[in-house]
């Protein structure tokens, strides 16, 4: 299996990547970092060890990463859309497990080494500790085989403010290091992940399940989708960061995933935290630009994740 390396503020939809990953043969999660963002680094951490005792996967080492986001500080976490404890307020059982002493920054630099030329990243929170780990380390990025980050509104608009994304928008000093530095990356914005929506049926499926992580994952849901009918007008939800790990995992292939400049506005204005995808080559057809090596997901196969997804959660994949 394909090394994995994940980092992430868990987080509903975290949550549901974590749950995608630990149940996808193809894979060996050999870490979890977390970052503030949906809640804070720490909280993150301690839901992150709680699923992994309810998926019976308390092996996985879990370290805490970066509280603070590169050029502000941690804003108090989104409540609203992820719950007061960051997973909708289910209450997993606690573990005897704490994080490892390391920080998420050196977990990774020294799984880059154990696993050098195969590790692969997936990103579903703030980019803040890859910008740290590529600071303190710029060779890092030629033992990486391929960073996938969920992030950022190429041509959709964006969810946290009329242009940004999110976890962009949450560090986006940090997203622009990372979009910047010589290795490949796959942004998976807002423009896909909208598009892949798990909705009541997909969730009562999970509530019925035997398997107590995908209870627990179903039970976490409710909190998304109260917030989510304001978006969708139904109870459902975008699922973002399962998403992304799919992409990571090779299950979900890229139909269209164009290789194209991506600039992330850090000013101070009403753009902050956009990011600027420079399409104009599309309109041409699938067009490359030689030497870039962020490619922007735009289309994925099977284009019935919500379907694959629930598949996997429930250990019966199509
Ligand atoms: C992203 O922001 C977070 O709230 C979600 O977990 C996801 O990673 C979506 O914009
Ligand atoms: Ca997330």
């Not at 740290?132 to 959709?156: C, F, N, Q, T, Y």
């Not at 399962?242 to 992409?247: D, N, R």
């Not at 600027?276 to 599309?282: E, T």
């Not at 699938?286 to 922007?296: A, K, M, Y």
């Amino acid at each position: 299996p394909a090394p994995i390396y994940l980092d992430c503020d868990t987080g509903i939809d975290d949550a549901l990547a974590i749950g995608y990953l630990l149940k996808t043969p193809a894979v060996e999660v050999v870490g979890i970092g977390t970052v503030s963002g949906n809640t804070s680094a720490g909280q993150a951490a301690e839901n992150t060890l709680r699923l992994l005792g309810v998926a019976g996967r308390s092996d996985i080492r879990v370290a805490v990463g970066e509280h603070d986001w590169l050029a502000q500080p941690y804003g108090g976490g989104a409540a609203h859309v992820h719950g007061d404890n960051g997973i909708g307020g289910t209450e997993l059982p606690s573990v005897q497990q704490h994080p490892i002493d390391e920080s998420a920054v050196d977990l990774l630099l020294r799984l880059s080494h154990e696993h050098s030329g195969t590790l692969r990243i997936v990103a579903t929170g703030p980019l803040t500790n890859l910008a740290r780990a590529l600071e303190r380390d710029p060779s890092l990025p030629e033992r990486i085989a391929e960073v996938v980050a969920m992030g950022g509104a190429a041509l959709a608009p964006g969810n946290i403010t009329p242009v940004a994304e999110a976890n962009i928008f949450h560090d986006p000093e940090a997203a622009q290091v990372v979009v910047s530095a010589d290795w490949d990356v796959i942004l998976v914005p807002l423009d896909i992940t909208m598009q892949h929506v798990f909705d009541e049926g997909h969730q009562g499926a999970l509530l019925d399940s035997g398997d107590p992580l995908a209870r627990a994952l179903g039970d976490m849901l409710g909190h998304y989708f109260d917030y989510y009918q304001g978006v969708f007008g139904r109870r459902s939800s975008a699922l973002h960061d399962p998403l992304a790990a799919a992409i990571a995992a090779g299950v979900v292939r890229l139909t269209r995933a164009p290789a194209v400049p991506v600039e992330v506005d850090t000013t101070g204005g009403p753009g902050r935290g956009q990011t600027i995808v420079d399409m104009r080559m599309q309109r041409a057809g699938h067009v490359d630009h030689p030497e870039v090596r962020t490619r922007v997901a735009l289309d994925v196969d099977p284009e019935d994740f919500a379907s694959h997804l629930l598949g996997v959660l429930l250990g019966t994949p199509a």
